[in-house]
């Protein structure tokens, strides 16, 4: 079954500790990216990756860091959280856009930083 | 700023009736694609109308685009009490190299489908 997949679905952390939200995707998707959704704000995009090793920035970057050192993961990774990072969070994958088509989400990460 | 804008933000129907949701944005388009999400939960596509199309059909689901508009609708026909979420429409904008080739999404419109 095509699916992204993201751990963990709920987390409560304290502000400064390091984390990490994993996904994996196994649709062999070169385009992977993380958003966050808050009331009020709809969907951001975070950080996105066009291919293993390439990373870029979206439209609210600041205190997220990412990796991609294989085409089917794509960690989230908040260096020290603050609490207004507490939001819902998604990663998502879809073919290279020059292909078009759908983009897939995983069931959302619900971070919550005290 | 948003590129794509969902009217209205609620929609409150009955069971049977037709439910239908608009969609606005500024560029130009490659596509433009419809989503769902039950609450707290990840999106689910639901249906993709390219820049050239006018007209799709996808089971109850009827989405229409207007390019000269700019201007999208979704129409969910005889609906069901399970059809209430949020839906989104995401617009999908011609790239140039290198540059990120996202989805840009609305905040969306919230249908209720009382029983």
């Known amino acids: 079954e095509a699916q992204v997949t993201q751990n963990p679905r709920y987390l409560i952390t304290v502000t400064g500790k390091k984390l990490t939200v994993t996904c994996s995707q196994n649709?062999?998707?070169?385009?992977m990216s993380w958003y966050r959704q808050d009331p009020g704000l709809g969907l951001r995009q975070i950080y996105y990756?066009?291919?293993?090793?390439?990373?870029d920035k979206g439209d609210v970057p600041e205190g997220y860091k990412v990796s991609r050192k294989e085409k089917r993961n794509f960690p989230l990774i908040l260096e020290s959280p603050s609490p207004n990072q507490t939001s819902l969070y998604f990663c998502?994958?879809?073919?290279?856009?020059?292909?078009?088509?759908?983009?897939?989400f995983g069931p959302g990460t619900r971070l919550t930083v005290t | 700023s948003q590129q794509g804008e969902e009217d209205p933000q609620a929609l409150s129907i009955q069971e049977g009736e037709n439910a239908t949701m608009n969609c606005s944005y500024k560029t130009s388009i490659n596509n433009l694609q419809w989503y769902r999400q039950n609450s707290g939960r990840g999106l689910v596509h639901l249906i993709l109308i390219r820049s050239n199309e006018r007209e799709k059909h996808s089971g109850r689901l009827r989405v229409t685009l207007d390019t000269s508009k700019k201007s999208s609708s979704l129409l969910i026909t005889a609906s069901r009490a399970a059809d209430t979420a949020s839906y989104f429409c995401a617009t999908d904008v011609p790239g140039s190299g290198g540059s990120n080739y996202k989805l840009t999404f609305g905040k969306g419109t919230l249908l209720t489908v009382n029983p």
């Open positions: 990756s066009m291919n293993v090793e390439v990373t």
């Open positions: 649709m062999n998707h070169e385009y």
């Open positions: 998502a994958s879809r073919n290279f856009p020059g292909l078009a088509g759908e983009q897939y």
